[in-house]
């Protein structure tokens, strides 16, 4: 286990920005290096209790679904060793396996969500409508059923702190143009089917996942950001799922339960998290990636 990283400081590089999870540093024209920190978000609140690996563990699980992927669409890795960008020991010492050296892109104004099962929000709205996002679904579906198949149902974008908002794919296409947004649904939807068959045959169930693409200057399609990771995805065990309730899932539920159950507001500053819920939730993590990966997470 490595020591947890809540905060980086490359002095020697300029920082692009700083997300709830990523650091990002310049690198010039058509590079920047990210850093995955250990750092953990609940109800759009940065908490003040790092988890320890997480961001080793969403860096490896979605390089490792970056390179099973990569005959459908390219995306933003470079190949270059992370440590080669910075020459001063304590910064070497931030990135290990939490970095990697990334094409710059421009990322598309859309998140682009793909639900393969009725679970969370979409399970809400469709005990109300028969919906999810706007799209009919057939009757008597119940909690945490298989949808017949995946649905592309896109989001804003939200800043740090506030909330994505579900949008149709209409409003998508108004976005970005309805060629590319037709683009990116076919392509999210293709690489949800895939990863999806893949976890299976692991022992993890994905039911929803959320993409970021971008684009270079040719207009060529990358997928972009984290992918298929725990933070970004819901993982369920295939061994615990049963329809008509949702099944334990891999990554910050269990925090998200403990804050419920402690009576805080939601607002921020989040409050500490006892240590036996860090690192149930690391562990968590680490066997995510242990489960997908088919080895032993390097921290």
Not at 1 to 22: A, D, E, F, W, Y
Not at 27 to 37: F, H, K
């Amino acid at each position: 286990m490595s020591q947890p990283l809540l905060h980086t400081s490359i002095k020697s590089l300029p920082l692009i920005n700083q997300g709830k999870v990523r650091d990002i540093y310049d690198l010039g024209a058509d590079r920047m290096l990210i850093v995955t920190t250990d750092r953990l978000s609940a109800f759009d609140v940065i908490l003040p209790t790092p988890i320890a690996d997480k961001g080793a563990v969403l860096t490896q699980i979605a390089n490792f679904w970056f390179e099973k992927l990569g005959h459908i669409l390219p995306n933003h890795l470079t190949g270059i060793d992370p440590d080669t960008v910075v020459s001063d020991p304590a910064e070497k010492a931030q990135l290990g396996a939490r970095a990697i050296v990334a094409k710059k892109l421009k990322p598309l104004p859309i998140e682009a969500i793909v639900r393969g099962y009725l679970v969370g929000s979409g399970w809400k709205e469709y005990q109300k409508s028969g919906t999810v996002c706007g799209i009919a679904l057939p009757a008597g579906l119940q909690e945490a059923s298989k949808l017949p198949e995946p649905i592309f149902t896109p989001s804003t974008k939200a800043e740090v702190g506030a909330h994505d908002e579900n949008i149709s794919f209409d409003q998508a296409a108004q976005l970005m143009g309805a060629e590319l947004a037709a683009k990116v649904r076919d392509a999210a939807i293709r690489v949800y089917k895939e990863a999806a068959e893949y976890a299976l045959t692991r022992g993890i169930i994905i039911a929803d996942t959320k993409f970021e693409f971008g684009v270079d200057e040719a207009g060529t399609l990358y997928l972009i950001d984290e992918v298929l990771t725990p933070d970004s995805s819901r993982f369920w065990p295939a061994d615990q799922y049963k329809v008509g309730s949702n099944p334990p899932s891999y990554d910050k539920q269990y925090v998200r339960d403990w804050l419920e159950a402690s009576g805080w507001n939601k607002q921020a500053p989040g409050p500490e998290l006892p240590p036996e819920v860090a690192a149930r939730t690391a562990e968590k993590y680490r066997e995510a990636y242990r489960l997908l990966a088919g080895r032993e997470l390097q921290a």
